[in-house]
């Protein structure tokens, strides 16, 4: 498999983003939510703008730097490559962000489990996304590794296929975290406290340490992550071949995790058939791995993939807001 950027020739890329993303969560956490505040709709509001800001800015520049390189080595039509793949980013963007908005709904459930206030929450989020952006940039390094072999395409879309018809067609089910296999192990390990102590991880009790609720949600807040990525990252590839694409698309969604959980947070309930659209998203990446992509000469076209893709999304949301969720009647 030919790359346009093979990891020899830009780990300077990856590493100068690396220390950019690291800048960035910086700032975040030591300067801008120093002091731990529930976070309001019109704050969460302006920082979900700047990070889709930066993320826009960051494809512009992306687009801007393929279109000078690939006229430097004399890719034919450079200026339609760098456009693609500056699609590509957009539209692997798109998808992870979409697809984001259904672990907001666990991440939900789970500090309403360990009853988590709102002032807590960033804390737990912040360090759950410095997790996720390593078990991400793990998981894109294995996925770039397999992609190698072509029948893993087949396999990445035949697992989309399936997780799309299972998110569209699976009853759902009450999460009960405290028959949780990695609960029971972790409570072997290291004994917890049901209370809370500040904005504390870790609390010595009688001179013996304790995990707060406030790790606890982090741990399942990992956990959940780490399933999710398992959906999401095929998912990118379904759109690119494209390491460094699927990293930084990633990433970028990744950072408006936060800001994004803290604005839909108090709205989960207006989007009830999202879900659906994101079911039919991850058939339709799925068909374009193991179907389509070879329908049409190699490669779907990615303005048609980023059309649907955002098509579905918002065809949905507005479904769901023109044909809200019947409440469900108090007996007795």
Excluded: C
């Excluded at 406290?193 to 990992?222: Q, Y």
């Amino acid at each position: 498999m030919d790359l346009l950027f093979p990891f020899q020739e830009y780990w300077w890329f990856y590493a100068g983003f690396t220390g950019f993303v690291l800048l960035l969560l910086t700032l975040d956490l030591g300067v801008f939510h120093k002091e731990a505040h529930a976070v309001s709709y019109r704050e969460a509001g302006i920082w979900s703008a700047v990070w889709i800001a930066l993320a826009l800015a960051f494809n512009a520049l992306f687009y801007f730097y393929s279109s000078w390189k690939f006229a430097q080595i004399g890719l034919a039509d450079a200026e339609g490559e760098a456009r693609r793949v500056a699609l590509e980013f957009l539209s692997g963007y798109l998808i992870e962000k979409s697809l984001s908005i259904d672990n907001i709904f666990v991440f939900i459930l789970i500090f309403g489990y360990f009853a988590i206030p709102q002032k807590y929450q960033h804390r737990v989020l912040f360090f759950g996304i410095i997790g996720a952006l390593v078990f991400r940039a793990l998981f894109v390094a294995i996925g770039a590794a397999l992609m190698q072999f072509h029948w893993v395409i087949y396999l990445f879309g035949g697992f989309l296929i399936l997780t799309g018809l299972k998110m569209a067609f699976a009853q759902e089910k009450e999460m009960d975290l405290s028959d949780n296999l990695a609960m029971k192990l972790f409570k072997k390990i290291l004994p917890a406290t049901h209370d809370l102590h500040g904005s504390k991880f870790l609390v010595k009790i009688n001179g013996i340490r304790h995990a707060t609720p406030l790790l606890l949600a982090l741990i399942f807040v990992e956990i959940s992550d780490i399933i999710f990525a398992v959906d999401s990252v095929p998912a990118i590839f379904a759109i690119t071949k494209e390491p460094l694409i699927v990293f930084t698309s990633n990433v970028f969604a990744i950072l408006g995790l936060r800001s994004l959980f803290f604005l839909l947070a108090g709205s989960s309930d207006k989007f009830h058939l999202l879900k659906y659209g994101l079911a039919v998203v991850l058939v339709f990446v799925g068909l374009k791995m193991v179907w389509l992509n070879d329908a049409f000469g190699g490669k779907f076209p990615i303005s048609w993939s980023l059309g649907i893709i955002l098509g579905t999304i918002a065809l949905f949301m507005l479904l769901s807001v023109l044909f809200p969720e019947k409440k469900k009647a108090n007996s007795g």
